[in-house]
């Protein structure tokens, strides 16, 4: 079964600093874009990062540009979002995405999600 599972969540401070994982099983994760989308408490999900299956392109929200970056290890079958400079407002239930040969801030153009990690930011 294609699966992906994210990690790396929890509870930091404002100004601090996390870097979730996205890990695919039962599918070769280098063959699809990774998005990373979130949804905080009654809230519509938004995007907020992807990068292209060679992980030559990269884009962003414009609410985590210059803070967030996302990249790829596809000999690792892994994804990853490193956050930093961390707001409140950030907090979410953050999940990544698989898509087939795009990087799209749409959540309809992903085929596979993982079940999300929750981010806390909090003093």
């Known amino acids: 079964q294609e699966q992906l599972a994210e990690s790396g969540g929890g509870l930091v401070q404002p100004g601090g600093s996390l870097r979730l994982s996205c890990s695919a099983s039962?599918?070769?994760?280098?063959?699809?874009?990774i998005g990373w989308f979130r949804q905080a408490p009654g809230k519509e999900r938004e995007f907020v990062a992807s990068?292209?299956?060679?992980?030559?392109?990269?884009y962003y929200a414009d609410s985590v540009k210059g803070r967030f970056a996302v990249s790829r290890d596809n000999a690792k079958n892994t994804g990853y979002l490193q956050m930093n400079s961390l707001k409140p407002e950030d907090t979410a239930v953050y999940y990544c995405?698989?898509?087939?040969?795009?990087?799209?801030?749409?959540?309809?153009?992903?085929?596979?999600w993982g079940q999300g990690t929750q981010v806390t930011v909090s003093s």
């Open positions: 995405a698989a898509s087939r040969g795009s990087f799209s801030d749409f959540a309809a153009e992903y085929e596979y």
């Open positions: 039962g599918f070769t994760l280098d063959a699809y874009a």
């Open positions: 990068v292209s299956w060679s992980g030559g392109s990269t």
